[in-house]
């Protein structure tokens, strides 16, 4: 088993590679990590750069969420304007809540009723699969170019989903030896998950935001916003509730108040420049994960389960996006259908569905439930890669003039 210094080394390299690539042929950074991975996959290199141990330590130790997803999420929100935030927020919240709700009983009714699967299998994967990614979506969308405020809708619901599905998940894995599930108690789980992650970004962002008044120099203002994020994470984790909003609120307050107010111009584009650099680490990371954690033929073996589940993940969106923003409106104007077309393309998953699929070895022992989810699971790597392609896609040709 190679070293850490040899598996930094490695991503490094790689990461350097791909971006030099990119920069040359102009194709997308990400796309180029996912395609050097697959092909390292495919190679005698797995087991050189320590492909198990990455995914042993980031996936089956739950640390890809806690500390891949932060610097996004903290980046990405930190930019994000309070106006165009207050035009999106109600349809964001709606695709973010009642949307991953809609998304599991669509999904888990399509795979039991119309697939023929076991009723646990089939909600399992529909709750674990309903929640958007983080990762994928900041990184498509910013590339994208799309409309302030339309990037702004994906990128909230991103953001905030992920304390629905954990609820939505949590629900369906205790409910597997329960006769009725209780509605109360699902409205409170979730509650507690949201509203704890939020009380936790805007305590810990207050407190950044006082020690922002009482240091003045760039590298004392930067530490106090990469304790801030990864302090709000830890604090909200070890209380039971989101900490991917904890620092989505975190972010949206930094960015919107502390560096408005108390921050001097110069240290606020070293802050910036900072997280820049940092989230373009963590796409590396997740993107080149993506691609090494492939295997093109089992993939190719379970093509008919992959169609299924794509089948049941489309489904399922569309269920939601379309009633949700159709009954939506942006600046008390009707939500354009393109914006529809595009927010129904990006309903991409990833991190959050891999760690939670990973977390099934510990709560399921019948061995057909299990193989049943995990081969479905399969299926997160196709969506989420031909999503990604058919929002670009219909970005860069004739949809945009529509926005």
Same mark, same amino acid.
């Given at each position: 088993?190679?070293?850490?210094?040899?598996?930094?080394?490695?991503?490094?390299?790689?990461?350097?590679?791909?971006?030099?690539?990119?920069?040359?042929?102009?194709?997308?950074?990400?796309?180029?990590?996912?395609?050097?991975?697959?092909?390292?996959?495919?190679?005698?290199?797995?087991?050189?750069?320590?492909?198990?141990?990455?995914?042993?330590?980031?996936?089956?130790?739950?640390?890809?969420?806690?500390?891949?997803?932060?610097?996004?999420?903290?980046?990405?929100?930190?930019?994000?304007?309070?106006?165009?935030?207050?035009?999106?927020?109600?349809?964001?919240?709606?695709?973010?809540?009642?949307?991953?709700?809609?998304?599991?009983?669509?999904?888990?009714?399509?795979?039991?009723?119309?697939?023929?699967?076991?009723?646990?299998?089939?909600?399992?994967?529909?709750?674990?699969?309903?929640?958007?990614?983080?990762?994928?979506?900041?990184?498509?969308?910013?590339? *994208?170019? =799309?409309?302030?405020? $339309? @990037? +702004?809708?994906?990128?909230?619901?991103? !953001?905030?989903?992920?304390?629905?599905? #954990? /609820?939505?998940?949590?629900?369906?894995?205790?409910?597997?030896?329960?006769?009725?599930?209780?509605?109360?108690?699902?409205?409170?789980?979730?509650?507690?998950?949201?509203?704890?992650?939020?009380?936790?970004?805007?305590?810990?962002?207050?407190?950044?935001?006082?020690?922002?008044?009482?240091?003045?120099?760039?590298?004392?203002?930067?530490?106090?916003?990469?304790?801030?994020?990864?302090?709000?994470?830890?604090?909200?984790?070890?209380?039971?509730?989101?900490?991917?909003?904890?620092?989505?609120?975190?972010?949206?307050?930094?960015?919107?108040?502390?560096?408005?107010?108390?921050?001097?111009?110069?240290?606020?584009?070293?802050?910036?420049?900072?997280?820049?650099?940092?989230?373009?680490?963590?796409?590396?990371? *997740?993107? =080149?994960?993506?691609? $090494? @954690? +492939?295997?093109?033929?089992?993939?190719? !073996?379970?093509?008919?389960?992959?169609? #299924? /589940?794509?089948?049941?993940?489309?489904?399922?969106?569309?269920?939601?996006?379309?009633?949700?923003?159709?009954?939506?409106?942006?600046?008390?104007?009707?939500?354009?259908?393109?914006?529809?077309?595009?927010?129904?393309?990006?309903?991409?998953?990833?991190?959050?569905?891999?760690?939670?699929?990973?977390?099934?070895?510990?709560?399921?022992?019948?061995?057909?439930?299990?193989?049943?989810?995990?081969?479905?699971?399969?299926?997160?790597?196709?969506?989420?890669?031909?999503?990604?392609?058919?929002?670009?896609?219909?970005?860069?040709?004739?949809?945009?003039?529509?926005?």
């Amino acid at each position: 088993m190679p070293s850490f210094e040899v598996i930094i080394t490695a991503f490094l390299a790689i990461s350097l590679t791909a971006s030099i690539i990119s920069s040359r042929t102009r194709t997308p950074y990400t796309i180029v990590l996912v395609l050097f991975g697959l092909a390292i996959a495919g190679s005698y290199l797995p087991s050189l750069l320590g492909v198990n141990l990455l995914y042993d330590n980031l996936i089956g130790g739950g640390l890809f969420v806690g500390l891949v997803l932060p610097p996004l999420l903290f980046e990405t929100m930190m930019n994000i304007r309070y106006e165009d935030l207050r035009s999106v927020v109600r349809p964001a919240l709606r695709l973010a809540t009642v949307g991953v709700v809609i998304a599991t009983i669509v999904g888990g009714l399509f795979l039991w009723q119309i697939a023929r699967l076991p009723l646990v299998s089939s909600f399992v994967f529909a709750s674990l699969i309903a929640p958007t990614d983080t990762a994928t979506v900041l990184e498509i969308f910013r590339r *994208a170019r =799309l409309p302030r405020k $339309l @990037s +702004t809708l994906m990128e909230t619901e991103a !953001a905030f989903n992920d304390a629905t599905g #954990i /609820a939505i998940f949590t629900i369906v894995i205790t409910s597997y030896n329960v006769s009725q599930l209780s509605l109360f108690r699902a409205a409170t789980s979730f509650a507690t998950i949201l509203g704890g992650g939020v009380l936790v970004g805007l305590a810990v962002a207050l407190g950044a935001h006082f020690l922002s008044r009482i240091v003045t120099d760039p590298m004392s203002e930067t530490m106090i916003t990469i304790t801030a994020v990864y302090g709000s994470f830890t604090v909200a984790q070890a209380l039971g509730v989101s900490g991917l909003v904890a620092v989505a609120i975190g972010g949206l307050y930094y960015g919107n108040s502390t560096l408005k107010t108390w921050v001097r111009p110069q240290t606020t584009r070293i802050v910036r420049n900072f997280w820049r650099i940092m989230a373009f680490i963590a796409n590396s990371l *997740a993107f =080149l994960y993506i691609g $090494l @954690s +492939t295997d093109l033929s089992k993939i190719v !073996a379970d093509l008919l389960p992959i169609a #299924i /589940a794509f089948s049941a993940v489309i489904l399922a969106r569309v269920a939601t996006v379309y009633p949700l923003l159709g009954t939506s409106k942006v600046d008390n104007a009707p939500i354009p259908r393109s914006w529809k077309n595009v927010a129904l393309l990006g309903g991409m998953k990833g991190a959050l569905s891999i760690a939670l699929a990973a977390s099934l070895y510990k709560q399921f022992y019948q061995p057909r439930d299990r193989s049943d989810i995990l081969s479905l699971q399969k299926a997160w790597l196709s969506q989420h890669i031909g999503s990604a392609v058919q929002v670009l896609c219909r970005c860069f040709t004739g949809g945009r003039e529509n926005f």
